[in-house]
T-cell receptor, first 115, second 113 residues
């Protein structure tokens, strides 16, 4: 069982909808990440949070809005998405950004489909 | 710009074979290299992490090696089993303090009973 929990597992939404993806970890990790993975492609980094502050935004369109309300929780708010945004969205966590010997732990992802 | 390549893209072997998956990267300045497994429709499971100062790591039937100077890593799987069928991804963490991982395209492994 994964120690990073993502909900929902599947989400279908229209282009005008507003929805949120949720990610939770209780390992005491202080770095959290959002990745996007298209079919048969490797994950691509979107955002990195360190100690609840946004550390990296990989030039992600503003229709994706991350939020880290506390050290255990990471949200990704979605609004006015496009069909090409359909993908598997993965959340990951690690102990701290500055520790190069700690692995990132991934959740099972949210499969997002935009109609 | 760091680029990560995995060869082969797909591999099919009979059960019981020992096999090697390859990963190469263009910039030797890395913090670490991580091997992951991904089952269809699932997230990534971390298998092994090799720090830049290490040469290899072992976990059960898995052994990962790192030759930073030549920009190569291998994942050795001993006595393969059908349950090992999955996509294997390697990812390097570049020589910076961002936490960013750069992934290869993956090798999809099928182990036939």
């Amino acid at each position: 069982d994964t120690e990073v929990t993502q909900t929902p597992k599947h989400l279908v939404m229209g282009m005008t909808n507003k929805k949120s993806l949720k990610c939770e970890q209780h390992m005491g990790h202080r770095a959290m990440y959002w990745y996007k993975q298209k079919a048969k492609k490797p994950p691509e980094l979107m955002f990195v949070y360190s100690y609840e502050k946004l550390s990296i935004n990989e030039s992600v369109p503003s229709r994706f809005s991350p939020e880290c309300p506390n050290s255990s929780l990471l949200n990704l708010h979605l609004h006015a998405l496009q069909p090409e945004d359909s993908a598997l969205y993965l959340c990951a966590s690690s102990q701290e950004l500055g520790q190069g010997n700690q692995p990132q732990h991934f959740g099972d992802g949210t499969r997002l489909s935009i109609l | 710009k760091q680029e990560v390549t995995q060869i082969p893209a797909a591999l099919s072997v009979p059960e019981g074979e020992n096999l090697v998956l390859n990963c190469s990267f263009t910039d030797s300045a890395i913090y670490n290299l991580q091997w992951f497994r991904q089952d269809p429709g699932k997230g990534l499971t971390s298998l092994l992490l090799i720090q830049s100062s290490q040469r290899e790591q072992t976990s059960g039937r898995l052994n990962a090696s790192l030759d930073k100077s030549s920009g190569r890593s291998t994942l050795y799987i001993a006595a393969s089993q059908p349950g090992d069928s999955a996509t294997y991804l390697c990812a390097v963490r570049p020589g910076s303090n961002t936490g960013k991982l750069i992934f290869g395209q993956g090798t999809t492994l099928q182990v036939k009973p």
